[in-house]
């Protein structure tokens, strides 16, 4: 079976620091990756998704990016993070269909 | 441009009693509908779909209408149980698309015992 996992669980930074968050999927292969972020009150916003190793395509300008150095691994990085980008971020697969599986998420809190 | 939309924040009903979710959609390239449950700090989950050539799919006390001419569907959760209380996910995704889904900004559901 398929699993997906996000860490750290929860993270507090301070304005202008770096980020990295990272997502993995066992189970499958060449699955489809998204990054998600839910600010509070707000709906699920699609920031980035990947067909494939090294493709990545962006929704939103933002101050965020993102990769996917294997096949399994997506990746979520800031150079410096802003008060905006506290939210809850949530990495998740899908292989073919429309239905998306997701991670259990990272509560960012940007100080 | 807000392509799905849950108009109510929040909907709190008597366990037992019928849950109403609704959810409108803009855009007439989608032909794919999903509804997700998510819990306080824990990732959505896959409830229930619906694909643009039904208009009715049940799953035990989970039941998706869609409305295809008025762009809307509904999610109707018969009983309702505390346990369902959660916020509930509207998501829309167009063939063209693949797997992309534009989800809605979700409806905060209380179940009372």
């Known amino acids: 079976s398929q699993t997906i996992h996000q860490w750290p669980a929860t993270l507090v930074q301070p304005v202008g620091s770096p980020l990295s968050l990272e997502c993995t999927v066992e189970g499958t292969s060449n699955p489809n990756l998204y990054w998600y972020r839910q600010a509070a009150g707000r709906g699920l916003q699609l920031l980035f998704y990947s067909v494939g190793i090294g493709q990545i395509s962006s929704e939103v300008p933002q101050n965020l990016s993102a990769s996917r150095p294997q096949d399994r691994q997506f990746i979520l990085s800031s150079k410096k993070l802003l008060l905006s980008d506290s939210g809850f971020y949530l990495c998740?697969?899908?292989?073919?269909?429309?239905?998306?599986?997701f991670g259990p998420g990272t509560r960012l809190t940007v100080l | 441009d807000q392509q799905v939309k849950q108009n109510s924040p929040s909907l709190s009903v008597q366990e037992g009693r019928i849950s109403i979710l609704n959810c409108d959609y803009t855009n007439s390239m989608f032909d794919y509908f999903l509804w997700y449950k998510k819990y306080p700090a824990e990732g959505p989950t896959f409830l229930i779909s619906?694909?643009?050539?039904?208009d009715k799919n049940e799953d035990g006390r989970f039941t998706v209408f869609l409305n295809k001419s008025a762009k809307h569907l509904s999610l109707h959760i018969v009983p309702s149980q505390p346990g369902d209380s959660a916020v509930y996910f509207c998501?829309?995704?167009?063939?063209?698309?693949?797997?992309?889904?534009?989800f809605g900004e979700g409806t905060q559901l209380t179940v009372n015992p």
């Open positions: 998740a697969w899908s292989f073919g269909g429309d239905e998306q599986f």
């Open positions: 998501a829309a995704s167009a063939g063209t698309s693949g797997s992309r889904l534009t």
């Open positions: 619906i694909s643009s050539i039904k």
